[in-house]
């Protein structure tokens, strides 16, 4: 299977090592001859790059960096995530990247993949359609979708993707989504075991790693947390983070300075793409198709309604309630990316339904920068003094 090169670094050690250093293993990886494909969001099965022996690598964006160049290519009234990913490719930090498939997750997502396709000329790219509605013909479609993409992925390649690879990459992203939620249970006593920091370095970490890799550092990271004294200490707020993309610690950072503790978090870059494993099928495609389509919960699919907008909010967000229940949360940060029209149509009823709940809400709009920690402090240390 693919790349089993133990990491020179474990724990909580490596991690920072890594965290620091992003993107230089997958670069290593890349001058070692394999091949390493870009992709956007939850929705793209990263087992197709595992069977095939490629590294998967999700593009994040660098909220200490001045957007320079893209705002010659883009309009500045778009996600200044997507702006931000495409300045650092138009800088080749991306230089490493064989290929970029992105998912149809929301519009800018969407049109990032044309205009990255037309002005960096990435040796690979594919775009998969993924349907924005539940309903039996979205399955089919989506087979179809992957189908698609995995014959594309071969090609590109140039081998076949077997049942047995394919069956053998689920069972190790499978273990590893377990590992990511064993990681998230050491923040259910009180105290918690780690910090909500420690926690976004290591899913970060992990966006460039190999899955063994990422495996083997997840392992050590949960096995030295159990095993150390001390940890972040008790405090009075503990915290849920609902929203998109997180992936610099600087926020968080804030919060946890701030008199809280962050327990728990729904994002796009934390546990939203670790909730379920792909169940097992006689023919593999058939439970990925199920589990990326049915069992990521994200504001971009819409599922059958229910009969009354209460069972209807608890059908898109009861498995956060019961996450904030779990982790003894008592206050709910929801984070909006500026521009983000997906997560904006959702804020008034997320919010809604957690106040109904009994949980404080604090409503955040953020531009992706780290020019607006300085705004965002004032209104999170407000929130923390008044639930404390």
Not at 251 to 259: H, K, N, P, V, Y
Request: hydrophobic share 35%.
């Amino acid at each position: 299977m693919m790349m089993t090169t133990e990491l020179k670094r474990t724990g909580l050690a490596g991690v920072e090592e890594l965290y620091q250093r992003r993107g230089q293993r997958a670069r290593e990886l890349s001058e070692q001859g394999a091949k390493v494909i870009g992709y956007f969001c939850c929705y793209v099965p990263v087992e197709f790059f595992t069977a095939l022996e490629m590294l998967p690598y999700r593009i994040q964006g660098g909220v200490n960096e001045p957007i320079t160049e893209a705002d010659a290519y883009l309009e500045t009234i778009m996600c200044p995530f997507i702006r931000s990913a495409f300045d650092l490719a138009l800088k080749n930090r991306y230089d490493f990247l064989d290929g970029l498939v992105v998912p149809h997750t929301c519009d800018t997502v969407q049109r990032i993949y044309d205009i990255w396709k037309y002005y960096r000329k990435p040796a690979y790219s594919h775009f998969i359609n993924v349907p924005h509605m539940l309903q039996p013909s979205s399955y089919e479609f989506f087979k179809q979708e992957l189908l698609t993409f995995r014959k594309s992925l071969e090609e590109f390649a140039g081998r076949k993707m077997t049942d047995e690879a394919l069956t053998e990459a689920v069972r190790l992203h499978n273990e590893n989504r377990a590992l990511v939620r064993q990681l998230y249970d050491l923040r259910k006593p009180d105290p918690p075991l780690t910090s909500g920091v420690e926690i976004l370095k290591t899913m970060v970490t992990g966006m460039g790693l190999p899955v063994l890799e990422y495996n083997e550092l997840l392992r050590s990271v949960i096995r030295e947390i159990r095993e150390r004294d001390g940890g972040p200490g008790k405090k009075p707020a503990r915290i849920l983070i609902y929203g998109s993309v997180i992936d610099d610690i600087s926020f968080i950072q804030l919060i946890e300075d701030s008199g809280a503790n962050v327990v728990m978090d729904d994002l796009s870059t934390g546990l939203r793409g670790f909730w379920h494993d792909v169940e097992p099928t006689p023919d593999p495609l058939d439970g990925i198709v199920n589990r990326y389509l049915d069992k990521i919960y994200c504001p971009r699919t819409y599922r059958p309604q229910a009969e009354t907008q209460e069972k209807d909010l608890d059908n898109r967000f009861g498995y956060v309630y019961k996450s904030a229940a779990d982790f003894q949360v008592n206050g709910v940060i929801l984070y909006v990316i500026r521009f983000c029209d997906t997560y904006e149509l959702d804020a008034p009823d997320f919010k809604s339904y957690f106040q109904k709940k009994g949980f404080p809400v604090l409503y955040l709009e953020d531009d992706y920068s780290a020019g607006t920690l300085g705004q965002l402090k004032t209104r999170v240390q407000a929130f923390i003094e008044m639930i404390a």
